[in-house]
């Protein structure tokens, strides 16, 4: 088991940049898959990133594909999401799950985090 604590998100401007934060206390955490996801008001949970223990797959929804990258440290315990060239359409709370393999589905996710909003200000 795992207890991940998301961190980043603040109003930014459209265009701008925000690193979002996942860590760990567990040392466990280095062995998992870790995924990102959404949730804009309204809508339903979406997937937006994933990358696996190592590090070398990393999936990412076409809408993200370009201006997002997710990477990890695992000395440290932590799964970054660098977000760039933000659009007020990228609103919404972002969670990361930890979950035993990359997936762009939130089922195959056993753990998530609180939760950070991220808002984009035209």
């Known amino acids: 088991q795992v207890s991940l604590v998301v961190s980043g998100g603040r109003l930014v401007q459209a265009g701008g940049s925000l690193r979002l934060s996942c860590a760990a206390s567990?040392?466990?955490?280095?062995?998992?898959?870790v995924g990102w996801f959404r949730q804009a008001p309204g809508k339903e949970r979406e997937f937006v990133a994933a990358?696996?223990?190592?590090?070398?797959?990393?999936p990412y929804a076409n809408s993200v594909k370009g201006r997002f990258t997710v990477s990890r440290d695992n000395a440290v315990n932590t799964v970054y999401l660098q977000m760039n060239s933000l659009k007020p359409e990228d609103t919404a709370v972002y969670y990361c799950?930890?979950?035993?393999?990359?997936?762009?589905?939130?089922?195959?996710?056993?753990?998530w985090g609180q939760g950070t909003q991220v808002t984009v200000s035209s």
């Open positions: 799950a930890a979950g035993r393999s990359v997936a762009d589905t939130s089922g195959a996710y056993a753990y």
């Open positions: 567990e040392r466990t955490f280095s062995t998992y898959a």
């Open positions: 990358i696996n223990w190592r590090g070398d797959s990393t």
